[in-house]
């Protein structure tokens, strides 16, 4: 696995867990102090795990530089 590869992976996942944390966390309107609505996002924040497998599962449809399906390479004409 390349350098590249590893960071676009590690980028997606990590974007993931943010954003559904964040998201999760927001509609407790921020509780930090709430325990449970701390740890009820974190473990709805999964789907970032879920997203190291696709991503290594992509790499075989798309570029093998990317975590991501979409082939996005230039075209060589």
Known sequence: MSVT??????????????????????????????V????????????AVLSVVYGAVARLLGN???ALAVDTRERQH
Do not use: I, R
Request: charged fraction near 10%; aromatic fraction near 12%; glycine fraction near 6%.
């Open 5 to 34: 590869y590893l960071k676009s992976l590690a980028e997606l996942a990590l974007l993931t867990f943010a954003v559904t944390f964040l998201g999760l966390l927001s509609a407790t309107g921020f509780d930090l102090l709430d």
């Open 64 to 66: 093998f530089n990317s």
């Open 36 to 47: 449970s609505a701390v740890k009820a996002a974190g473990v709805a924040s999964m789907p």
